[in-house]
C-alpha cells in the first residue's frame, strides 16, 4: 500500500509562480510511474504531468514550458514536486498527486486546491 499526502495549494494572483509537493510513503519501493493531475471546476479530472521511475516526464499542452514536474527518493519516502510558474486563472483547480505501482495498483492523494486570481 502506498500513500500520498499533496501539500502547497494556495491562492496566487496570476503570472506567480507555486511548487506542490507530494510525499509518498508506504510500499514506496514498489512505486513506478508517478504524476500530477487537476480538476478544474465543474470539469473532468485531466492529466497534468507524469515522471515515470527513469524520470521521463510527460506533460499536458497546456502546462508545457510553465510546469515542471520532479521526485526525489529518500530512504523511506518519495516526494514528487510540481514547480509551476507564470500560472493562469485557468490553471485555478484541485491538484491530486497519482502513483503507480509494479502491480498494476493505483493511488490517489486528498487534492489541494490552487486558485489563481486575475
Known amino acids: 500500500q502506498v500513500q500520498l499526502v499533496e501539500s502547497g495549494g494556495g491562492v496566487v494572483q496570476a503570472g506567480g509562480s507555486l511548487t506542490l509537493s507530494c510525499a509518498a510513503s508506504?510500499?514506496?519501493?514498489?512505486?513506478?510511474?508517478m504524476g500530477w493531475y487537476r480538476q478544474p471546476p465543474g470539469k473532468q479530472r485531466e492529466l497534468v504531468a507524469t515522471?515515470?521511475?527513469?524520470?521521463?516526464?510527460?506533460?499536458a499542452d497546456s502546462v508545457k514550458g510553465r510546469f515542471t514536474i520532479s521526485r526525489d527518493r529518500a530512504k523511506n519516502t518519495i516526494t514528487l514536486y510540481l514547480q509551476m510558474s507564470t500560472l493562469k486563472p485557468e490553471d485555478t483547480a484541485v491538484y491530486y498527486c497519482?502513483?503507480?505501482?509494479?502491480?498494476?495498483?493505483?493511488?490517489w492523494g486528498q487534492g489541494t486546491q490552487v486558485t489563481v486570481s486575475s
Open positions: 508506504g510500499s514506496v519501493f514498489s512505486i513506478t510511474t
Open positions: 497519482n502513483a503507480d505501482d509494479w502491480a498494476s495498483s493505483n493511488y
Open positions: 515522471i515515470t521511475l527513469g524520470s521521463t516526464t510527460n506533460y
